[in-house]
């Protein structure tokens, strides 16, 4: 979890962090188009054109004055959550370092800013700024910046129970010195087959 937003009534996390972070985009956005397109309203309202309406110079100034303190609240939000998207931290991590075998450690999960936008956005431009869950991994377990930059993180499902403990080596048997492997449970069977004819010829056939 990120954070508890009482804005929206709702925590924030793995499976909505990138709609909140759109959210405060879209909000910031928009009220900054407000503002721009009714700065010129707004200055017309302190001359002499507005002054016979004053209903008119009212409500001008009222929403010029609102939006703009709405988009000088907001906008600071959006920057401080940009920054832990880019540092790939969540807020509770930004105030206090996760704790490892050698310490705290600020800097755990990052994997520089083009992987920790990835966390977040995915890897599609296109999606990155439409309100579609494209954020990486299950959301139970995540790389840190100790693990290889791989896919393997993409291709884990929902409730795999994945960890991010992964053998970097494949395993092996006895088998691997006669140069086979054991990953397959058919190879192994081929190989006892095999065996077998060299030595004993096959007398009988099974029906399929």
Known sequence: MDHHCPWVNNCVGYSNYKFFVLFLFYTVVLLLYFCITGLYDFIRSWSDTLKED???KFNVILCFFVCACFAVSIAPLLFFHLYLVMSNKCTLENLAAPITADGPDQKLFDRGVRGNLRQVFGRSCLLALLPVHTSEGNGASFPTSRDRDDDEWNTVPVGSG????????????ELDRDGLTSGD?????????GELAETQPLTQTTQL
Not at 185 to 193: D, L
């Open 54 to 56: 004053r209903a008119a």
């Open 162 to 173: 994945g960890s991010r403990n992964r053998d970097p080596e494949p395993r092996t048997s």
């Open 185 to 193: 449970e058919s190879e192994v069977e081929i190989f006892a087959v």
